[in-house]
């Protein structure tokens, strides 16, 4: 069985590692599946950079010590990004990803508790709309199949 660095899924399933930059398509009920790891390695990712940060308030006048701990905080981003890319889910910002389903985005930011936003590929997270709202209006495929949230 290949290494998944813990990347494991509940149950039986094991989600697929994607290669850097190669994007996956979800549909919901794959997005549905993946993002309770997604939310708990953002967690983890997010509770460990709070001491980082508060460290860099505190060092503000100590130009050596701001520099590691800007180091530090740039290795655990950056350790988070390259988890949720080899999940196939796009990082569009700080603790703030999208799942393509295709003709748009599922889209999540911590520290919220569902995946229930939705934008188009040309929008951003300032149109993003209630999930429940695209899938009553739109019926897209990528939402068949799939029990209601």
């Known amino acids: ?20 930059g190669q994007i996956r398509v979800f549909t919901l009920l794959e997005a549905q599946q993946i993002f309770p790891l997604v939310r708990n390695i ?12 508060e460290s860099m308030r505190a060092s503000m006048e100590n130009h050596l010590l ?11 981003v950056q350790r988070w ?6 999940l196939g889910v796009v990082v569009s910002g700080l603790w703030l990803v999208d799942f393509d ?3 748009g985005y ?6 919220e508790t569902v995946l229930g936003y939705y934008h188009g590929h040309e929008q951003g997270f300032g149109q993003r709309r209630p999930l429940l709202e695209v899938i009553r209006e739109q019926h897209p495929g990528w939402a068949d199949c799939t029990p209601m949230i």
């Open 1 to 20: 069985m290949p290494e998944t660095d813990g990347l494991h899924g509940h149950g039986d399933s094991v989600f697929a590692i994607q290669r850097p």
């Open 81 to 86: 990004i390259n988890k949720m890319e080899r």
């Open 106 to 111: 599922l889209c999540w930011r911590h520290p």
């Open 42 to 53: 953002t967690a983890q990712a997010f509770d460990e950079l709070s001491p980082v940060l």
């Open 66 to 76: 701001l520099q590691q701990q800007e180091i530090h905080y740039e290795e655990i």
């Open 101 to 103: 389903t295709g003709d």
